[in-house]
């Protein structure tokens, strides 16, 4: 009889999939957490005294469940057989080549994840994109695997909220959980199995749920509204340049109603 009650794979042990994954075993401890990457020496790094990457608290969080139910290895077709959850946390480089080259995200290394997930897989799955992809890679993935398996597959979509620095914070304490998935009865058994697993530490109603697309086109939304934020106090920074105003004073006057708040308006770095 397993000792776990829900088995995750994480195909790619980079900053999102590392960290995620460590923070989801310390809150889980009756479900077994694998992270796997073809990269030996990545995959060793995490297994060592000195991870591949550092945030404030996640060497703590690591070492605390590393060998209990936190596991990172390159044996990525064992791990696969054995997971009712993978998430795909893979990098998604700029094209260089081809349509939207220099602007638009390569979302190859998600479709080799979904053609080695539908090659290995001997049961249905549950799959998680968490990188961040454009809207309806979920698409290119479902295509993917249903051409090269035989097997029933759920595609979720499951963004990162992250924030250099405040990794580790942003994951045990989240402003919210955004899942996405098809409006299905299957679907949504696939959604409620994710809420789940964050339900552990994540209060109910910071768990939120939407379908497939919602959820894509929600991560790139969040980012544009950042970067707006971050350009439009640029430009009221040249307008202090003209009439003797601070920025940082006009940045706390304005940050201090509540309808606008007081983050991303620092002006950057050239002001």
């Known amino acids: 009889m397993s000792d ?25 401890p009756r479900i077994k ?6 990269s030996e020496k990545q995959i060793a790094a995490w297994n060592s005294g000195n991870l591949p990457i550092y945030e404030p608290g996640l060497q703590e969080v690591v070492e605390s469940v590393r060998g209990k139910n936190l596991f990172f290895s ?16 893979v990098n998604t480089p700029t094209k260089i080549s081809g349509i939207g080259a220099g602007r638009a995200a390569n979302i190859k290394n998600c479709e080799l994840c ?11 799955k549950i799959v998680v994109e968490k990188s ?4 309806r890679t979920a698409d290119a993935v479902k ?8 097997y029933t597959f759920q595609v979720l979509s499951n963004p990162e909220f992250l924030a250099e620095g405040t990794a580790i914070d942003d994951l045990q304490n989240p402003s919210r959980v955004l899942i996405g998935g098809e409006q299905t009865d299957l679907g949504k058994a696939a959604i409620a199995t994710l809420v789940s697993v964050y339900a552990h530490w994540v209060p109910a109603d910071k768990i939120i749920t939407t379908n497939l ?6 991560k790139l939304v969040a980012n544009a509204y950042l970067a707006q934020r971050v350009s439009s106090i640029n430009s009221i920074t040249a307008l202090c340049e003209q009439t003797d105003a601070d920025i940082d004073e006009i940045s706390r006057a304005i940050g201090s109603d509540p309808r606008i708040g007081n983050k991303f308006l620092k002006a950057s770095v050239g002001y």
């Open 4 to 28: 776990f009650d829900l088995k995750i794979c994480c195909m790619g042990a980079g900053y999102v999939g590392g960290p995620t994954m460590a923070v989801i075993a310390a809150n889980c």
């Open 132 to 135: 961040t992809v454009p809207v």
């Open 114 to 124: 979904a053609r080695k997930i539908a090659e290995v897989a001997t049961s249905d």
């Open 213 to 218: 697309w919602s959820s894509e086109l929600s």
């Open 74 to 89: 390159t044996n990525i077709n064992a791990t696969i057989l054995e997971s009712d959850i993978i998430f795909i946390s």
């Open 143 to 150: 295509r993917v695997l249903a051409s090269a398996s035989k």
């Open 33 to 38: 957490v694998t992270v796997v990457d073809l």
